[in-house]
């Protein structure tokens, strides 16, 4: 169900992108403007980041994820065509529940993530773009009420889209997902991406 629920998600997003980038690109042509300038090659993406939590078994005990809340940091390169890679870093805090046979213990998860990613964008007009990515994601995660404290590895991916305010400062909204199978759930993150001047 969540991964079919992530699916949903995933196209409302695309949709909602591809119809917000629709009536961007009616306005401009009314009003017979546009804008050019250059993106500088690296960027960093400062954002807020909200989960969906989610439950997973394990054994007899069912843990259960409420809504966290954290933040993100990406650090990325554009090559040019499209095609941008990233770093990124994010930390979340969020209530879980474990519920065994016996008893129900309430305990606070917090999660440090780590992914190299793939990303392409693709301009539909000059200030709104739509991506999709993937990657590779190490996650930390530590419970210390549960005696949690352990580390995975999986697959990354997620969609969003990014509206330029101003040359070298964007907005950015996305969902992402990943293999790692835990209480955290899906991602929706927002916030800002901000070209760096720092190469020729």
């Known amino acids: 169900m969540t991964k079919q629920l992530s699916a949903l998600t995933l196209a409302s997003i695309l949709s909602a992108s591809a119809a917000l980038a629709n009536e961007e690109v009616a306005n401009t042509n009314e009003n017979k403007e546009t804008f ?34 954290g933040f993100g940091i990406d650090l990325g390169y554009r090559t040019g065509t499209g095609v941008n890679f990233e770093i990124d870093y994010a930390y979340t805090e969020l209530d879980v529940t474990e519920t065994t046979p016996t008893e129900e213990t309430h305990a606070t998860g917090k ?12 301009h539909l ?22 005696g949690v404290d352990k580390s995975d590895t999986g697959f990354l991916y997620g969609a969003g889209f990014e ?9 950015i909204f ?3 997902d990943s293999t790692i199978d835990g209480p955290k ?14 190469l020729p």
């Open 125 to 146: 007009n000059e200030p709104f773009a739509i991506f999709a990515k993937a990657g590779y994601e190490y996650e930390k995660e530590k419970i210390n009420t549960l």
């Open 36 to 69: 050019h300038h250059k993106e500088e090659k690296v960027y960093v993406v400062a954002k807020g980041l909200m989960t969906n939590g989610d439950t997973i078994q394990e054994g007899e005990a069912s843990v259960k994820g409420k809504n966290g809340k």
């Open 185 to 198: 759930g899906y991602t929706l993150a927002a916030g800002l991406v901000i070209g760096l001047d720092v």
């Open 174 to 176: 996305e969902y992402e």
């Open 111 to 122: 999660y440090h993530s780590f992914s190299f990613d793939l990303l392409y964008a693709y």
């Open 163 to 171: 509206y330029e305010l101003k040359e070298n400062l964007a907005f």
